[in-house]
């Protein structure tokens, strides 16, 4: 069984440029949800997809965008990026949405300059 | 709505002698409670959960935790700790607003075994 994956490990972007974190579920998993870790903090819910379709949000401005693919991996796009977005992003995944259990990923370190 | 708290940002424990990780809950109907580890440079790797049942609940590498309703807790706790064991744990709760099932986390408790 495979667990949850994601990439890249580290990222270091500017203000204002644009970035796509992915994740790949595992195995049997059809529910991805992704949260933000800032520094010294828990996470923080970002959103999550079920089947595809955005199943629920955090509190997380319209330029956190995402995605989910037939084959449940997913993306998060974060767009004119903020140096407050420097954080530990970390996907999660689960057997559906009402599963009791998600498994994390190993997380994308972003740092915004 | 759901929330977490846990008291001690750090917690330090001689090798061998028994640790808790204190965590406090609020929530509406009944909760739903996780824990998590989580080393350096590592995602978050699931311990145990309570859902119902009995109070004491077991879990991975030796650590269980207890449910306590009447004062809202859900320490977790292991009788000898390990200097293996010094990491970042997070409680968690599940929420579910809008239809959909999230995780309230708490602000970590950073465990720090001493040999």
């Known amino acids: 069984e495979t667990g949850v994956t994601q990439s890249p490990t580290h990222l270091i972007k500017t203000r204002g440029q644009q970035v796509t974190l992915r994740c790949s579920s595992q195995s049997g998993h059809n529910t991805v949800s992704w949260y933000q870790q800032a520094l010294g903090q828990g996470p923080q819910f970002i959103f999550q997809y079920y089947r595809e379709e955005e199943n629920g949000r955090g509190n997380f401005p319209p330029r956190f965008s995402g995605l989910q693919f037939p084959n449940y991996s997913s993306e998060l796009n974060v767009n004119a990026l903020e140096l407050d977005d420097s954080a530990l992003y970390l996907c999660?995944?689960?057997?559906?949405?009402?599963?009791?259990?998600?498994?994390f990923g190993p997380g994308t370190r972003l740092t915004v300059l | 709505a759901q929330s977490v708290a846990q008291p001690e940002d750090q917690v330090n424990v001689a090798e061998g002698n028994p640790l808790t990780v204190k965590c406090t809950y609020s929530v509406s109907g009944n909760p739903y409670l996780f824990w998590y580890v989580q080393y350096p440079n590592r995602g978050l790797q699931f311990l145990l959960k309570?859902?119902?049942?009995?109070?004491l609940v077991k879990g991975s590498y030796g650590f269980e935790a207890e449910f306590n309703k009447s004062q809202t807790s859900f320490h977790l706790k292991k009788p000898s700790a390990l200097v293996s064991d010094s990491a970042l744990f997070f409680c968690a709760v599940r929420d579910f607003t809008s239809g959909t099932y999230k995780y309230i986390f708490g602000t970590g408790t950073r465990l720090k075994v001493l040999a």
């Open positions: 309570y859902i119902t049942g009995d109070n």
């Open positions: 999660a995944s689960s057997l559906a949405s009402g599963a009791d259990t998600q498994y």
